[in-house]
């Protein structure tokens, strides 16, 4: 009888980290790297949407559930805003973890194209809550769909280079 191995499915993401401050970034490195099981160099950009803060995105490969190790890894710096995506692998669902200073962490289950997948329960609760207030209901939606942390990191996701940010206060 062969003996068999028991590996972990391999999976991939992606951790976005939207803006850090300057003197926190080698600690998200190390924070990152520990979690990875290995040392990582990000390649940092000033982070235009918040002076004095910095960004990057690093693609990553491991076993599956090393997106909410990352993600665990990164919680608790109240002044990082970021993103970690683990894309689908054999056996196991994707997800999507993001956090803000402001809001904290979100998570939430992905398919295979990366969309948003809120499970029937929560549905069911978001319908029982709102009962025939169709207001609520899409308040429930919302909030399962995490649109509150997608509004607060979309200024800081196309803020990148050859996308600059325009502020309505300034303008005039």
């Known amino acids: 009888m062969a003996a068999q191995t028991n590996t ?8 976005f980290v939207h ?11 190390w924070a990152a790297g ?8 990000f390649t940092w950009s000033d982070q ?13 490969e491991g076993p599956a559930g090393t997106g909410a190790q990352i993600a665990s890894a990164l919680r608790g710096w ?9 894309d689908p692998s054999a056996g196991a669902d994707g997800g999507r973890w993001m956090h803000t200073p ?16 809120i499970p029937e329960d929560r549905v069911r609760y978001a319908m029982e809550i709102a009962g ?16 509150a ?11 990148g280079e050859g996308n600059p940010v325009v502020w309505l206060h300034k303008v005039g």
């Open 78 to 86: 109240e002044h990082l805003r970021y993103e970690v995506t683990e």
């Open 102 to 117: 402001d809001l904290g962490v979100f998570f939430a289950q992905t398919d295979s194209v990366g969309n948003t997948v």
């Open 34 to 41: 520990r979690a990875l099981g290995r040392a990582v160099n």
């Open 19 to 29: 803006s850090s401050p300057r003197a926190l970034s080698p600690h998200v490195e």
């Open 48 to 60: 235009p949407a918040l002076k004095g803060s910095l960004r990057t995105e690093f693609y990553w």
């Open 149 to 159: 942390w997608d509004d607060e990191l979309e200024a800081f996701r196309h803020a």
């Open 8 to 15: 972990a499915p391999s999976a991939r993401g992606v951790l």
């Open 132 to 147: 025939s207030n169709a207001l609520e209901l899409h308040r429930e939606l919302r909030l399962a769909l995490g649109q």
